[in-house]
């Protein structure tokens, strides 16, 4: 591993780092493909502590998790609170898990409220699994389908699927025993994604809408949101418009500035939607295509390079763009006889 490499992913460590003021960062494993830890923060006082996210429902994370707060005083049961920022399984499962045991309380955002519902379909057989036949048919890549299904991915962990004791609404101030933290809800990496902000300490709890080193997958999520990229570029806007934070994110390093970095974040998707409408003129008319037309990940690899579950990944990042290119009237939109979403560059005028 070279020294670069090395730096990188010096945050994923087991351990705990101490943030100040009774903040700390605690790591848990994860055994998920792209992704090496997520990220717990502690915030305790004498009595208790109350967690942001909670890890995946797997024993090296629960683990790990005891052994972080052992570190700092303090035992599972103490968890008075964990404030979750989405439904994803490595931020919500543990937390249910542990709510068996030691009943502490579990709050989600109300927006996720239909994830959870879905979710619980999928597991029961009922629903659409994640990007199922006619997700992949609309997208144009029923192709992609049979290699899928010949997979059999299993999940990571088994879970119940159980709701929160409390869903919080857009704005909600948590009135914690050393600070309050307001609940953003900032839609895009999920429907429901809440960030927690702290905006007298200025810390940003951000969950996976503002991440360090990667771009927030967009609407990966089982009740499906067309709308996700036009409503994620809100939510970026929306963190801009609060005042500037430290960035404390689910995956990757704490950071200086959430500002800074969502510039950047929006300078991507300006350059994605940019190469988007390119493949569009050059005649790609499907998700599918395009996405095959595209450069991926910050080491521009060509699309058949791409592991099986990234290519269905970035069909998904490549139809989100042509949503919001159709939003703004740069493309049009129809609909094929066999129910895949057409994109044409739009008329002159
Ligand atoms: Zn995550």
Known sequence: MSHATADRYAWI?????DL????????????????????????ADPDGVDLIDAGIALVPAREQLAAGLRQIGYELGDVRNFFV???????????????????????????????????????????????????????????????????HRQPPALVDWED????????????LRTRTLRAVHTPGHTRGHLVYHDAAAQLMFAGDHVLPHITPSIGFEPAGNRMAL????????????????????????????THER??????????????TL???????????????????????????????????MSVNETAAHLEVLAMRGQ????????GTDLYQVAPAG
């Open 230 to 257: 036009s409503d994620y570029l809100g939510s970026l806007a929306r963190t801009l418009a609060l005042p500037d934070a430290r960035l404390l994110p689910a995956h990757g390093p704490v950071a200086g500035s």
């Open 85 to 151: 920022t989405h439904i994803h399984i490595d931020h919500y499962s543990l937390a249910v898990e542990l709510r068996k045991t030691f009943h502490s309380v579990i709050s989600l955002g109300e927006g996720e409220r239909a994830n959870l519902v879905a979710t619980r379909e999928m597991v029961d057989g009922r629903g659409n699994r994640f990007f199922g036949i006619d997700g992949l048919r609309r997208l144009g890549a029923l192709q992609l389908a049979t290699e899928l299904s010949a997979q």
């Open 331 to 338: 493309v049009t939109h129809s609909v094929s006889a066999e």
């Open 20 to 43: 100040g003021g009774g903040v700390h960062r605690i790591p848990l494993p994860l055994p998920l493909d792209g992704l090496k830890a997520v990220n717990v923060y502690a915030i």
């Open 13 to 17: 460590e087991p351990g705990v780092e």
């Open 164 to 175: 929160p004791d409390r869903w919080l609404a857009d704005g909600t101030d948590l009135d």
């Open 262 to 275: 969502v510039h950047e974040l929006l300078a991507h998707h300006d350059t994605r939607l940019a190469e």
């Open 278 to 312: 390119a493949a569009v003129q050059a005649g790609h008319a499907t998700a599918f295509e395009a996405a095959k037309a595209i450069k991926w990940t910050r080491r521009h690899r060509e699309f058949a390079d791409l592991d099986l579950f990234s290519q269905v």
